[in-house]
């Protein structure tokens, strides 16, 4: 068999088990991301793999060496986003509410970099005719919007996430850490053993951090 086809088949398989074993640790979140960088990381993961495949000049060990350090790369990111919301807050980014209770928050367009053209026609696609029938607007860290029409539900809001207390979404439903922390007590709760923890319609519902499910 010709060398160049011996190479490619040995590329391919190191290829094969080096994402295998990637997919497997990252979770079935790394087939759908949701995140800019969970995105993009996949694409450039692809890249580094497919590349050097009909590429003779570009070793096997140099494929592993530089496919194996992004993965470890990316997955060392998701690791450090789940465990802190810092961390995700810095990789991902935050929420950026764009219309309040029917009021357009001009101010935030500017951090969401979101121009007022895009914004009515991601609206648009989505069938919404006017800003009229409007409530609620965000603009998601993935580039997604989340729309509530006026007369629909609240949507609830995370105010603690693994143990750890979001304040800017506390702030947001008009309650502080003293309040959080009266309705904690109430249901018995303690902070580092809660896993999430939402507001809806002014209540607290939490969920403990369940370690030994099977």
């Not at 502080?176 to 209540?203: C, P, S, T, Y």
Request: with cysteine.
């Amino acid at each position: 068999m010709n060398p160049i086809y011996i190479n490619i088949i040995f590329k391919m398989l190191v290829a094969f088990c080096i994402l295998l074993v990637y997919i497997n640790l990252s979770g079935k979140g790394s087939l759908a991301p949701i995140s800019a960088i969970d995105q993009v990381g996949n694409v450039v993961l692809g890249a580094i793999i497919g590349g050097p495949l009909y590429n003779p000049s570009i070793s096997i060990t140099l494929l592993m060496s530089a496919s194996i350090f992004w993965a470890g790369l990316l997955l060392l990111v998701r690791y450090a986003t789940f465990k802190r919301n810092i961390a995700k807050d810095f990789v991902d980014g935050t929420s950026i509410r764009l219309m309040k209770n029917g009021i357009v928050q001009s101010q935030n367009f500017r951090k969401a970099k979101l121009s007022i053209r895009d914004f009515i026609m991601l609206l648009h696609q989505r069938g919404y005719p006017s800003l009229e029938v409007l409530s609620d607007v965000w603009f998601e860290y993935n580039g997604q919007m989340t729309v509530v029409k006026k007369g629909d539900p609240a949507m609830a809001v995370v105010v603690i996430e693994n143990g750890v207390i979001n304040y800017p979404s506390l702030e947001a439903v008009g309650h502080d850490e003293e309040w959080l922390e009266k309705e904690l007590n109430r249901l018995g709760q303690k902070l580092d053993e809660v896993f999430l923890a939402e507001v809806h319609e002014q209540k607290l519902w939490v969920y403990p951090d369940v370690k030994n499910a099977s």
